[in-house]
């Protein structure tokens, strides 16, 4: 088949397997086996695995392997593996890569499970994580070792201030210590992601956001080269369980048909929203990587051309004010997904980020007025007046 497919027809056609029946829509494979013609056949096949052979579902199945292969080739990677949520493939990418005396460079301003991870589990193995301002190139640049240090590890965009790391520089940084490049992409989007092709060597997403886009299941996908997907992670997933589930395959591969189309759109509103909200009085700050005013705005355009779909703003008048605020919405929902349908307004320093000391809080900028907002596919002017009204009744 042709493969120089626009991101759209990829989106809909790529990885298309049809059984005998022909039929139209992506079929659910909801089978934990399958069955081989002979005793011979089945020898061969725990022998070596061909194109579309499978084994048991926790190894693959022909439902996930269409979304795998759908995934990659819109990333621009070789290969790709499902996962059953976002941190399945967070830990299944460090994991299967790293053994004790290895050493991880990660940015500090991390989604609060990958934390738990890089602080907590693989201490716990003897792998040593040094933890480094990731908009600073200098921070990456001083602990790099040499051959010992083996990954890096960072959120293109950060949860929930929005900063963003600048992939190239910190791929140059860390091949030229030998060390794997490993990113979170979900605030990036992988409509608005260029990772690969700034030198990152691994992708990881939570399809939970933006690939379902309507808020049904958990997911996660790791992209990357065939020789790290097969040798590397495979093994690790298929052996300890966290493989994606057929029906979540299904559900994943129907919302990569609308994904540019809703993260397009979704942006496109993000934009007008922060506009509108810029300069309003009731407010210390609005973050937005599409503002002129962000002060990481080239860098934005140059690795995603697109301010993503999350705004940040902060409310004067503190914690008292942002919940007034959130109880007077009428559209936007308060909740802690993201990259939905339907716009969410977070609460970050009382939920997704409670659990941090307040001097992490405070050197993150989550402060008590800050609301964090995932756009959704709402008209955006229906959005604005919802914000504008749940403003005014602060
Ligand atoms: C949601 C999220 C995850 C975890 O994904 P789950 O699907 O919830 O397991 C990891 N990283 C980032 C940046 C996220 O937003």
């Not at 996962?83 to 989604?111: I, K």
Request: aromatic share 8%; charged share 20%; with cysteine.
């Amino acid at each position: 088949m042709s493969k120089d497919w626009k991101t759209r027809t990829t989106l809909v056609h790529e990885g298309s397997r049809r059984s005998q029946y022909g039929e139209m829509a992506e079929a659910i494979f909801l089978t934990q086996g399958f069955v081989y013609p002979t005793a011979e056949a089945a020898e061969a096949r725990f022998v070596k695995i061909e194109g579309d052979e499978f084994i048991y579902a926790r190894y693959g199945n022909p439902t996930t392997r269409m979304f795998e292969e759908r995934i990659a080739a819109l990333e621009g990677t070789e290969d790709a593996f499902a996962t059953a949520s976002g941190m399945a493939a967070v830990n299944g990418a460090l994991v299967s890569l790293l053994r004790a005396g290895d050493h991880v460079v990660s940015a500090r301003a991390l989604f609060g499970s990958c934390l738990y991870i890089l602080e907590e589990v693989l201490g716990r193995y003897g792998v040593e994580v040094t933890f480094v301002d990731g908009a600073d190139l200098d921070q990456w640049r001083a602990p790099m070792r040499p051959g010992v240090t083996k990954a890096v590890f960072f959120e293109s965009m950060s949860n929930p201030t929005l900063e963003l790391v600048d992939i190239r520089g910190v791929s140059e940084i860390a091949h030229a210590a030998g060390a794997l490049v490993i990113v979170d992409n979900v605030f990036s989007t992988p409509i608005f992601s260029r990772a690969v092709d700034l030198g990152a060597d691994v992708v990881v997403y939570s399809t939970t956001k933006h690939i379902d886009g309507q808020g049904r299941a958990l997911g996660g996908v790791v992209c990357g080269t065939a020789e790290y997907i097969r040798k590397v992670l495979e093994p690790y997933m298929k052996h300890t369980g966290g493989s994606m589930s057929p029906f979540t395959s299904w559900i994943m591969l129907n919302g990569m048909a609308t994904l540019d189309l809703r993260c397009r759109a979704m942006a496109e509103s993000a934009l007008k929203v922060a506009e509108a909200l810029q300069g309003d009085d009731r407010l210390s700050r609005v973050i937005f990587p599409g503002l002129a005013s962000h002060a990481q705005h080239d860098l934005a355009m140059a690795q995603m051309c697109s301010g993503g779909t999350m705004v940040a703003f902060d409310i004067k008048g503190g914690k008292e004010a942002a919940f007034r605020f959130m109880n007077a919405l009428e559209i936007i929902k308060i909740s802690n997904n993201l990259g939905d349908a339907k716009s969410i307004a977070t609460h970050p320093a009382t939920t997704t980020h409670q659990r941090l000391p307040q001097d992490q809080k405070d050197s993150l900028g989550i402060t008590p007025g800050l609301i964090r907002l995932s756009v959704g596919l709402e008209d955006a002017g229906d959005l604005i007046a919802d914000l504008n009204r749940a403003l005014a009744a602060i």
